[in-house]
């Protein structure tokens, strides 16, 4: 099973340790892309505080993350799973998973980068500010510059089982799993449920902090148990026996990702 992730916006702060290895990054074939973006994002920081800020998107109270992003290349780096912080995260807590459910994680999770591509969660990389909707002056729109490399270095790590597709819709933009990977992808949409109170119905909603939530614990739970769902169709089942409401129809055409809905009714 290959479960891909979003980042967090906030990070952790960078280690104190060895700096950036980009040899050492999980999917070698994305190396030359993310060398690429690594450049022109430490020149433009370095070059023009405020035309930096604008390109990333940054309010004046975020400026230090211009600053932070002039020193990737000598800055400690640490664990992804330690740098992403925020509440799909939090709700994975990948720190307090007992050892084997580690070893699941480092060998199943990617969280998808503006910067760098995709990374495992083991891989060591510093604390950075570039959001998948970034547009470099130089390289564009990073969605559209990481889906070549991407296009053929996903299919080799889905290999061939499940892919459970955790990402918002910014960094989906950067590989869209396609025919066969795509048939054994399922994607997931939390649904808030809750009835309306002048016509007793019931009503959904996606509510964002509680979906990213429910991903967290979703994933969570998966690695604590070691439920290992070949496909979509096993994935609805293992969800099912965890206790999660899930409703999902096959696509009624081959090479098209499963769409499941996760219902939930109390918001924790």
């Keep these: 099973m290959l479960v891909l992730l979003p980042p967090s916006e906030g990070k952790a702060p960078s280690g104190r340790g060895a700096p950036l290895k980009p040899e050492s990054l999980s999917l070698p074939a994305l190396a030359d892309a993310r060398q690429t973006v690594l450049d022109e994002l430490v020149d433009l920081c370095l070059a023009d505080e405020e035309k930096a800020r604008d390109v990333l998107g940054l309010s004046e109270g975020l400026?230090?993350?211009?600053?932070?992003?002039?020193?990737?290349?000598?800055?400690?780096?640490?664990?992804?799973?330690?740098?992403?912080?925020?509440?799909?995260?939090?709700?994975?807590?990948?720190?307090?998973?007992?050892?084997?459910?580690?070893?699941?994680?480092?060998?199943?999770?990617l969280v998808f980068s503006g910067l760098w591509g995709a990374v495992g969660i083991t891989d060591r990389i510093p604390s950075y500010r570039c959001s998948m909707g970034v547009k470099l002056p130089g390289i564009g729109a990073l969605g559209a510059h990481w889906r070549t490399p991407m296009a053929s270095a996903l299919p080799d790590a889905a290999g061939d089982g499940l892919v459970l597709d955790l990402r918002s819709s910014a960094y989906a933009a950067?590989?869209?799993?396609?025919?066969?990977?795509?048939?054994?992808?399922?994607?997931?949409?939390?649904?808030?449920?809750?009835?309306?109170?002048?016509?007793?119905?019931?009503?959904?909603?996606?509510?964002?902090?509680?979906?990213?939530?429910?991903?967290?614990?979703?994933?969570?739970?998966?690695?604590?148990?070691?439920?290992?769902?070949?496909?979509?169709?096993?994935?609805?089942?293992?969800?099912?026996?965890?206790?999660?409401?899930?409703?999902?129809?096959?696509?009624?055409?081959?090479?098209?990702?499963?769409?499941?809905?996760?219902?939930?009714?109390?918001?924790?």
Excluded: M
């Excluded at 600053?67 to 330690?82: D, I, M, S």
């Design 63 to 109: 400026r230090a993350e211009v600053a932070k992003n002039t020193e990737l290349r000598t800055a400690g780096a640490r664990p992804a799973g330690e740098i992403y912080t925020g509440v799909l995260y939090d709700a994975l807590g990948l720190a307090s998973l007992d050892a084997a459910a580690k070893r699941r994680a480092a060998r199943s999770l």
């Design 174 to 268: 950067a590989w869209k799993p396609k025919g066969e990977v795509a048939g054994r992808t399922a994607t997931v949409r939390v649904l808030h449920a809750q009835l309306d109170p002048a016509t007793g119905a019931e009503k959904r909603s996606v509510v964002s902090h509680f979906n990213k939530a429910t991903k967290g614990r979703i994933v969570r739970s998966l690695l604590e148990t070691g439920a290992q769902p070949k496909n979509p169709a096993e994935l609805v089942d293992a969800l099912r026996d965890l206790g999660h409401v899930v409703e999902a129809e096959a696509p009624a055409k081959p090479g098209k990702a499963w769409a499941l809905d996760v219902v939930v009714r109390e918001i924790h």
